[in-house]
T-cell receptor, first 117, second 109 residues
Framework: EAGVTQFPSHSVIEKGQTVTLRCDPI?????LYWYRRVMGKEIKFLLH????????ESGMPNNRFLAERTGGTYSTLKVQPAELEDSGVYFC???????????????FGPGTRLLVL | QKEVEQNSGPLSVPEGAIASLNCTYS??????FFWYRQYSGKSPELIMF????GDKEDGRFTAQLNKASQYVSLLIRDSQPSDSATYLC?????????FGAGTRLAVHP
């Protein structure tokens, strides 16, 4: 079974440019999460999709960030325009969600390393 | 106060010893706790989760939870150099995971 995949693995852009990150969850996983780790800090939650619906977007920093999950499969996270403080590692995770008697397990992708100059 | 706190380390242990990693959390409503291992430049990999008070064992790993003290720990027995990584403690907040900053573990031969 393929794991969570993310593209690109690295991105270097200039301040003011636009970047789009992509996440392909594990097949069959309805839940998709975006997290971010900025330098020296802990991994922080950005948002949560259940299928194509945004369940929780309380972690999105501001309206320069737009996440979509059309069709409930892959997701994109667009940053427009990018600022210096957006630099960090963006992780995607997916899960089947709760099942009776089973704890939800989130599986993480390798991350996209974004550097804004 | 951070929601999930960990000592950043590095925690250095000799090969074959027991490594003890600790984590505290502030939200008494948190029900489930997770330990992830992350090698440099790689994705976080789930080691185990725990939601009941007490110990939970899986191979060389034992997770311990004390809800009264709001304390979670991970013990690694017979530590190996391949265990050298950053260990992330996370609490479930509704669906999202709330992570600590991680503890770097170095196992030296």
């Amino acid at each position: 079974e393929a794991g969570v995949t993310q593209f690109p693995s690295h991105s270097v852009i200039e301040k003011g440019q636009t970047v789009t990150l992509r996440c392909d969850p594990i097949s069959g996983h309805d839940n998709l999460y975006w997290y971010r780790r900025v330098m020296g800090k802990e991994i922080k939650f950005l948002l949560h999709f259940v299928k194509e619906s945004k369940q929780d977007e309380s972690g999105m920093p501001n309206n320069r960030f737009l996440a979509e999950r059309t069709g409930g499969t892959y997701s994109t996270l667009k940053v427009q325009p990018a600022e210096l403080e957006d630099s960090g590692v963006y992780f995607c995770a997916s899960s089947q969600g709760y099942r009776q008697g089973r704890e939800e397990t989130q599986y993480f992708g390798p991350g996209t390393r974004l550097l804004v100059l | 106060q951070k929601e999930v706190e960990q000592n950043s380390g590095p925690l250095s242990v000799p090969e074959g010893a027991i490594a003890s990693l600790n984590c505290t959390y502030s939200d008494r409503g948190s029900q489930s706790f997770f330990w992830y291992r992350q090698y440099s430049g790689k994705s976080p990999e789930l080691i185990m989760f725990i939601y009941s008070n007490g110990d939970k064992e899986d191979g060389r790993f034992t997770a311990q939870l004390n809800k009264a003290s709001q304390y979670v720990s991970l013990l690694i027995r017979d530590s190996q150099p391949s265990d050298s990584a950053t260990y992330l403690c996370a609490a479930r907040g509704y669906n999202k995971l709330i992570f600590g900053a991680g503890t770097r573990l170095a196992v030296h031969p």
